[in-house]
């Protein structure tokens, strides 16, 4: 893929030389062919072959989300106790009265 596209690079290139070497050429014209036979099209072309791999690292990206989400969740869901030798605390806070 990329070296049809250096390829390509290269034959713009060399348009846009001849564009300006010539004696009825201008740099402006070798400008605007090195832009718009050049530049532009190997832009859309690789943006477009690279489709399917930005799918494939955004999937590979969301399941290694999800993975790392459930094992939070089964971490904090698990009955394990800490290891001490005291009362697990209230997970509710008492209410204090105002006075």
């Known amino acids: 893929m990329y ?5 390509w690079g290269y034959v713009a290139l060399m348009m846009a030389l001849a564009e300006a070497t010539s004696s009825q050429g201008t740099v402006l014209g070798a400008i605007v062919t090195l ?3 050049g530049v532009l099209p190997i832009s859309i072309v690789l943006y477009l072959m690279g489709t399917p791999h930005r ?5 590979r990206k969301e399941q290694a989300e999800l993975q790392e989400h459930e094992a939070a ?6 009955d394990q106790t800490d290891g001490g030798d ?5 997970p509710i806070t008492p209410v204090r009265k105002e006075s």
């Not at 070296?3 to 390829?7: G, Q």
């Open 3 to 7: 070296l049809i596209a250096m390829a």
């Open 35 to 37: 832009i718009l036979y």
């Open 55 to 59: 799918k494939k690292a955004r999937k």
């Open 73 to 78: 969740l089964a971490a904090a869901n698990s």
């Open 86 to 90: 005291h009362a697990a605390a209230d």
